[in-house]
């Protein structure tokens, strides 16, 4: 069984900066694509970065040149660095993971629980 977890969660004032953690330690990181998802309250679910097996990386617009999504293989952690956050970046933040073929098809196959993460203005 795959268990994703994340960490890092928090409230901030806006233009501050949060990491978020996902740990997986079941997950052979290098056979599949991992992602972060968010969705605030009452809205949907968003797809904010993804990383492939190759190290190549996507953003949202929306979060474009203030988030950076990493990996570290040899502790099976996945990080999102946010920095300049803003008020409408409060929402629950979900780690995933998938396989890459078919991640814009079926979406990922395994979810975290997830973390909150509130800016104030």
């Known amino acids: 069984e795959v268990r994703l977890a994340e960490s890092g969660g928090g409230s901030v004032q806006a233009g501050g900066s949060l990491r978020l953690s996902c740990a997986a330690p079941?997950?052979?990181?290098?056979?599949?694509?991992l992602g972060w998802f968010r969705q605030p309250l009452d809205k949907e679910r968003e797809g904010v970065a993804r990383?492939?097996?190759?190290?190549?990386?996507s953003y949202a617009d929306s979060v474009k040149g203030r988030f950076t999504i990493s990996q570290e293989y040899a502790r099976n952690k996945l990080y999102l660095q946010m920095n300049s956050l803003k008020p409408e970046d409060t929402a629950m933040y979900y780690c995933?993971?998938?396989?890459?073929?078919?991640?814009?098809?079926?979406?990922?196959?395994?979810w975290g629980q997830g973390t909150q993460v509130t800016v104030s203005s």
């Open positions: 990383i492939d097996s190759y190290g190549e990386t």
């Open positions: 995933a993971a998938g396989l890459c073929g078919r991640w814009d098809v079926t979406g990922p196959d395994y």
């Open positions: 079941e997950l052979p990181f290098g056979n599949f694509c």
